[in-house]
């Protein structure tokens, strides 16, 4: 744990070397998400209501979202350049150290530009909290928390078998960012308004209405269910399988050379 | 103008070679096209009354939008142009004996053109086959299919300039980043990617119209589902030549000016 701290203040001083650049790119993803909040601002202000759900209900939802993908984005990213690490011959390098992949992967890169979008979310969650109508018990906060934490590891979990794949394709596959960003987008609204198929697959496939679509139900009291505010827990178990399909990756690995 | 022809040509080349990546992204679109329908569909069935055009011309634009996405993505910019600003490289590309701007701007639109013909055509052809309220339709008349080809082609010519803008802009600050992520934020918004532009409030779809980030996929789409017609779309696409005129000439005095003082970088 020393070691990754070590490593996370090595990588703020060597982002903090081009200052402007850091800032406008900040600036950048702080304005990538408004621009988003904004779509779903004026689409409300048009429509008032979507499958009978309000602006601030649909903002708790996108804010829960968006918080759990930026934070799991700030750390995990680093599985998002496993592609390059393998094609350029990095991996080999890092193979060769004795500390754990997962532990240097996790440091070549941490993205703290990412912060404006982490930002966002918060000034979202700030304005649906008040408004959304919820009355806050413990219990509701702790749900809200678990919708964040299990969000986390589904997109830690995404980023992870993303890497996994990339020992077979070497190439990084394009499809995945149907579920990693894609989920992010189209997730901002409550799954079930995609429909039945989509809200399935997204349950027993990819659990991304587990953190995100029962618990918001339980939350917003259109749901009586106490369990659907643990559902968000069981996502965390989703991070196994993809962690021994990259560690099964990693050991049928061989070299890409140069 | 045969070498910059050629440049384009070497670029569409190499651009068709990827054609894994083109699958890939296909199947991409189509789950990011179908997402889109289905929760514009939520809406429609909320509040029917408030949809500013038909269920069907919605989807056609959307449609149109994932087909043809490699042509008018603001997020396609050639790393390598930056990279060479960073590390000096850009020196060789200033000695050449042809004119830095046309050059990259050939570039440009080779990349963009060659993705695009490899992505559109499986896109344009099973979506036209989908079942009811999937399936995308004609265009809404000969007049507006003639319009629509013409304000494609400006369009997409308005990007690239816009895109060039950013290169230049390279030259000024060395890490382009943070203005490439700013200029893709606004485009993606003022252009009408995020949401149409009909769907924004009146008032501020005047403002965005006014503005030259409307004249890129806006114009096209909106004419080939008949949304505008007759002289008001004449009018749309004259202000797309406008704006095309107005970016390339801003474009050239930025490279004029930063080709005064340029400091290569490295050694």
């Known amino acids: 744990m020393r070691l990754y701290f070590k490593f996370v203040a090595i990588i ?49 939802c996108f804010s829960a979202v968006l918080l759990a993908f930026s934070l799991a984005e700030c750390f995990f990213r680093g599985f998002d350049t496993f592609p390059k690490l393998i094609r350029s011959g990095s991996l080999d390098r890092i193979l060769l150290r004795p500390r754990s992949v997962i532990l240097q992967v996790l440091t070549s890169t941490i993205e703290f530009s990412r912060v404006g979008r982490f930002l966002q979310a918060v000034i979202m969650l700030c304005i649906a909290v008040p ?31 993303y890497a996994g794949i990339s020992f077979f394709t070497i190439e990084g596959l394009e499809f995945m960012n149907v579920l990693t960003d894609g989920t992010r987008e189209y997730g901002k609204y409550p799954l079930s308004i995609y429909g039945k198929g989509v809200l399935s697959f997204f349950t027993y496939v990819i659990p991304v209405a587990l953190f995100q679509y029962y618990p918001f139900m339980y939350l917003i009291g259109r749901s009586d269910n106490v369990w659907y505010a643990f559902l968000p827990l069981i996502c965390i178990v989703f991070i196994l399988p993809c962690y021994a399909f990259f560690a099964f990756g990693l050991s049928r690995y061989k070299s890409t050379g140069s | 103008m045969k070498q910059y022809l050629s440049f384009f040509r070497i670029r569409f080349v190499a651009g068709l070679q990827y054609r894994a990546a083109a699958l890939a992204g296909i199947v991409t679109q189509f789950a990011w096209g179908f997402l889109s329908v289905l929760m514009y569909k939520a809406f429609y069935e909320s509040n029917p009354d408030a949809f500013p055009m038909e269920f069907s011309q919605l989807v056609t634009y959307l449609w149109l939008q994932q087909a043809f996405l490699a042509l008018f993505m603001p ?8 990279d060479s600003v960073v590390s000096g490289n850009v020196a060789y590309e200033l000695c050449r004996p042809c004119d830095t701007y046309n050059m990259w701007f050939a570039r440009n639109a080779a990349t ?43 369009g997409f010519l308005v990007q690239v300039s816009i895109s060039l803008i950013i290169y230049i802009s390279a030259f000024y600050t060395v890490s382009a980043q943070g203005i490439k992520m700013l200029s893709i934020t606004l485009t993606e918004f003022l252009s009408g990617a995020v949401i149409p532009i009909p769907f924004f409030p009146e008032a501020v779809q005047k403002v965005f119209n006014a503005l030259p980030f409307a004249s890129i996929q806006n114009t096209p789409f909106l004419i080939y589902v008949g949304y505008t017609g007759g002289a008001e779309a004449a009018i749309a696409v004259a202000l797309q030549a406008v704006w095309l005129v107005v ?14 003082k340029v400091v290569v970088q490295g050694g």
């Open chain 2, 75 to 82: 997020w396609l910019f050639e790393q390598d142009i930056f």
């Open chain 2, 112 to 154: 963009r053109l060659s993705n695009t013909v490899l992505r559109c055509m499986p896109i344009l052809i099973v979506t036209a086959f989908l079942p009811a309220p999937f399936r995308m339709t004609l265009p809404a008349g000969w007049l507006n299919a003639a319009l629509f080809l013409v304000s494609m082609i400006l």
């Open chain 1, 131 to 161: 408004t959304c109508g919820v009355v806050w018990t413990f219990g509701k906060v702790m749900t809200l928390l678990t919708m964040v934490i299990g969000g986390m590891a589904v997109y830690s979990a995404l980023f992870i078998l």
């Open chain 1, 12 to 60: 703020v001083k060597s982002q903090m070397q081009y200052k402007a650049s850091f800032f406008m790119t900040v600036a950048g993803q702080f304005l990538v998400s408004f621009s988003a909040f904004f779509g779903v601002y004026f689409m409300f202000d048009r429509f008032n209501e979507v499958n009978g759900f309000s602006f601030a209900e649909v903002l708790i």
């Open chain 2, 247 to 260: 970016i390339i000439v801003a474009g050239r005095l930025l490279i004029g000016h930063a080709m005064k």
